[in-house]
């Protein structure tokens, strides 16, 4: 390429960058920094071998400025690459042009490789993905490579991502579990992908069909060539620069088929294409092949891997002559060589024979079962053909070689193969009948055996197609394959797997005619049937109104997975629990309902649980039955179900778990969960059977807090009020009073139902002794005992005894009449008054002994326990046995002090 032209080229880019040729990046990464003003590269790049890094190594090594990569990507052995955004921060398109073995983009053995997180791509415009031993890849099948433009994508899962699940707002597609993949339409002209300016053709970061000096068009102008392979509009002269040849308004690498190019580099018309003898191993060797007349040399065929014939065809099919051996071995996907479609002449030249006599050696090919083409057989003009161990190949086929000296030795395996067998396939998803007709001139006398198995569903091929043995009878048997005999030309074949690839072929038993014939191998697909239940579905609830759910893809898939169906049923718990008295009958946490393997409502007689699958089991009958009633997860019809339903949800098949929101508070919900099938042509719905579960949400903070506690005292009665919780969202099912007096450890309770609280509108407590109490109220529902606030203080005093009362009066009337008397009354005053007084303490010590017996009486009856306050020294503890309590000193808040003797 010329300065000049080259220097045209990055002025028709957008921004400042640069255009590069095929990359080949190795070793270290600090050479990708030598590329990293790459803007676009026009061939292929291979980041390969980098094996002695972390992720510090990437940091200031990237291809800070790529968008646009025109054939493929290869990434190998790079080590400590977490994702690919580190060093493709930019990449929006891989347009495939030319591919790698039919894949436009290949991740393969990455050990450190988490996510592959290109979050700027936008297309992938030809071939497949390959990812290929990446142990800790996850968030592969949350990408829509569909979207991507991706045909197909062969994925070898080897992690198990649990947890694998995109945000909510992504909308079900993601690169991580934060990063959505962008599917929105931008404000980019459309001639863009990817943009600096909007709706500017001129400001496009990659063109979608053509870049004209620095515009995107869809069609280049008519002065110009169309660069098909990086996606330009050349003149003439660029194209000539650049090395490459002119054809049809095109400017290509080399010249089609039968053309070449003159020293203009325009191509002319010829009808050779001259190519050397090449080992073909795979795609690779395919596409160096391609348009290939003529061989100058041999061709030796062993195939690693599974190749579509049609990728054959297209690097063989135009062969006509070749002056060495053909050779083909080890290849177990080719079953016929009629991808050979125009070869004629296979010439054995005397120095180019294999093993020096062979120019046509066929061995060990496990499924070739034709050779070439029936009006295309190849004339082989010296050496001699070998078929050795190709079991499926019969003598028929090898007959058709025009050839004077041929072996075989393909083990006595084969037997002759029919094509006259007229077959007629008809099929649901477990059976299938299988037809056939005969022509009027073969006879068969004993019936007919057919063999079937499975194939790989992604290989629809004969890869696993059984070798045929012979058993001491000489009756042919395949292991591993199922065979079925009958005397008809009809048979039926029942449990079957549906959705499922089959192989099968016809035999006839014990021909007049001669031998026994084979019909070809052909194959059958069972339809799509319903598929099971989601497996290992989990629920957790996250806070009051959401939930979450996990689960994994049915065991049996029995079709293509489109989507869920999520049908969500609120339970009450009031009708379980309305019959139920939870102050004479308490919560208890009991284990009745902990196996949640196979819920049930009632589990034993006088045993229930409330709501389906909860966590808390009471003891006590609630809900009266005869007959326990239970419920299987396999066996449940949602309409059926008592609950109110809900809500129902569709979810992609794509997705392993479901956020549910905007729920009740404290509310029990079954969940049921189908997985459905996309329909069959004529069908209808393919949706399995449910998988229920049950999830309560979290109780709201504050929904079981009792509020404005009030205590009324009346001399020795204390009336309790209380605020019920505003807008509650559980069931109250009763309240409990707690008091207590100040000073002491031990509580006193008092428990009022919903009913009675409403009735009573609060608690009466009578009999308490003088001092300080304290008291509050907590609500008892399917949660539990609920929160509790502060204390709330009171004091009880009794009213003094009326005997001291009218003492004290006396008094005060002795002392006035005693200011009014003379001298002469003083002295027998004193004698009145001591008297008296000594009389009053004799009452009021025999009315104190009295009162203190029938309060030890009554404290003997009353069933409040009101354990004494003891220091927590025991240094200061006295034996009850030594104390004898003389009289009442005085009281206050702390309590009584008492004198003893």
């Known amino acids: 390429m010329s300065p000049l032209v080259y220097l045209s080229l990055i002025a028709a880019l957008p921004v400042d960058g640069k255009v590069c040729k095929s990359l080949d990046v190795r070793n270290t990464p600090e050479h990708i920094s030598e590329f990293k003003h790459c803007r676009v590269i026009e061939g292929h790049l291979q980041v390969v071998l980098i094996e002695r890094s972390d992720v510090t190594d990437f940091l200031n090594n990237s291809f800070t400025e ?17 994702s690919l955004d580190v060093i493709f921060p930019k990449l929006t398109s891989i347009k495939g042009e030319k591919l790698f073995m039919g894949f436009a983009l290949v991740l393969y053995d990455l050990r450190n490789l988490r996510e592959i997180k290109l979050t700027s791509l936008r297309t992938i415009g030809n071939g497949g993905v390959k990812i290929n031993t990446c142990p800790d890849l996850c968030y592969v099948d949350t990408v829509n490579w569909e979207a991507l433009g991706v045909s197909y994508l062969a994925y070898d899962r080897q992690s ?3 947890g694998e699940g995109c945000p909510l707002h992504c909308g079900g597609y993601c690169w991580s579990d934060y990063e959505c993949q962008n599917l929105a339409k931008s404000n980019c002209h459309s001639l863009c992908m990817g943009c600096t300016k909007s709706d500017s053709p001129r400001h496009c970061l990659s063109c979608k069909y053509f870049n004209d000096s620095g515009t995107c068009v869809q069609k280049c102008p008519s002065t110009k060539l169309v660069d098909e392979e990086f996606s330009r509009c050349l003149t003439v002269v660029q194209c000539a620069d650049q090395h490459r040849s002119v054809f049809n308004g095109t400017c290509i690498e080399t010249c089609p088929d039968f053309y070449e190019a003159d020293k203009y580099g325009l191509c002319k018309r010829t009808n050779i294409k001259l190519c050397q003898g090449i080992q073909i191993h795979g795609y690779m060797e395919l596409d160096h092949l391609r348009g290939c007349t003529h061989i100058n040399g041999s061709l030796d065929l062993v195939l690693d891997d599974y190749i579509d014939s049609r990728f054959l065809e297209r690097g063989l099919g135009r062969v006509v002559h070749i002056t060495g051996y053909l050779k083909i071995s080890h290849s177990d996907s080719i079953m016929s060589l009629d991808f050979f ?15 020096r006599y062979y120019s046509l050696f066929i061995i060990e090919n496990p499924n070739l079962q034709k050779l070439f083409h029936e009006n295309a057989t190849p004339k082989i003009l010296g050496g001699e053909a070998l078929f050795q161990n190709n079991p499926h190949l019969c003598q028929s086929e090898i007959d058709k070689i025009n050839i004077t000296k041929i072996s075989v030795n393909n083990g006595g395996k084969c037997m002759p193969e029919f094509n006259c067998f007229k077959i007629v396939v008809k099929n649901n998803s477990t059976n299938v009948t299988i037809s056939w007709w005969l022509p009027y001139n073969v006879t068969v006398v004993g019936g007919y055996t057919i063999y079937y198995t499975k194939i790989h569903p992604d290989k629809f091929n004969p890869v696993q197609i059984k070798e045929v043995f012979f058993d001491k009878d000489g009756l042919a048997y395949e292991p591993g394959w199922n065979s079925v005999f009958t005397p008809n030309t009809s048979v039926l074949i029942s449990r079957l797997t549906p959705y499922t690839h089959y192989a099968y072929y016809i035999q006839t038993m014990f021909s007049p005619e001669g031998d026994n014939l084979q019909s070809p191998i052909s194959y059958f697909q069972t339809a799509t049937d319903d598929p099971s239940e989601p497996d290992d579905v989990e629920t957790e609830s996250q806070n009051e109104t959401t939930v979450t759910l996990q689960w994994k893809p049915p065991r049996q898939l029995n079709g293509d997975l489109s989507h869920y169906i999520l049908t969500l ?13 939870f102050c004479t009958q308490p919560y208890e946490d009991s284990s009745c309902c902990r196996n949640q393997d196979e819920p049930n409502v009632f589990l034993q007689q006088g045993d229930v649980c409330l709501g389906l699958g909860d966590h808390y089991c009471y003891a006590k009958t609630a809900y009266q039955t005869d007959v326990p009633l239970r419920i299987s997860k396999r066996s449940v019809n949602p309409v059926n179900q008592t609950g109110q339903f809900f809500r129902e949800y569709i979810i992609k098949g794509t997705e392993t778990s479901f956020i549910v929101n905007k729920l009740k508070p404290f509310t029990m919900y079954t969940f049921f969960m189908q997985a459905c099938n996309r329909k069959d042509k004529g069908d209808g719905d393919h949706c399995g059977g449910f998988t229920m579960t049950f999830q309560r949400t979290q109780i709201r903070s504050g929904d079981d807090l009792v509020t404005d506690v009030s205590v009324r005292v009346e001399n020795t009665t204390v009336i309790v009020n209380w605020t019920k919780p505003k807008d509650p969202s559980l069931p109250i099912l009763a309240y409990r009073v707690e008091y207590t007096k100040v000073g002491l450890q031990s509580l006193m309770v008092e428990c009022r139902t919903e009913e009675e609280f409403i009735r ?12 300080s109490y304290m008291v509050r109220v907590g609500v008892v529902s399917l949660a539990g005992y609920g929160e509790v606030r502060d204390w709330k203080h009171f004091e009880v005093w009794r009213e003094r005894n009326e005997t001291l009362e009218s003492n004290e009066t006396r008094e005060t009337t002795d002392d006035s009449r ?10 027998s005053g004193w004698v009145y008054g001591i008297l008296g007084l000594l009389g009053v303490m004799v009452v009021s010590g025999l009315g104190f002994a009295i009162w203190r017996r029938y309060q030890e009486a009554r404290d003997a009856n009353d069933p409040i326990l009101i354990p004494v306050m003891r220091p927590d020294n025991d240094e200061w503890k006295l034996d009850d046995e030594t104390v004898e309590i003389i009289e009442e000193l005085g009281k206050n808040y702390v309590g009584i002090l008492y004198r003893n003797s």
């Open 160 to 162: 198990e991502c649990e």
């Open 66 to 82: 790529l968008y646009e990569i025109t054939e493929y990507l290869i990434i190998y052995r790079v080590m400590g690459l977490p």
């Open 569 to 581: 049923y609120r339970q009450e718990d009031y009708p379980l629990v309305g019959q139920r008295n």
């Open 818 to 827: 005693e200011d009014g008397d003379g001298q002469n009354s003083s002295t």
């Open 760 to 771: 009573e509108r609060g608690v009466v407590l009578e009999g308490l002794n003088e001092g």
């Open 341 to 355: 479609k125009s070869l004629t002449i296979i010439m054995g030249r005397p120095t180019e024979l294999w093993s």
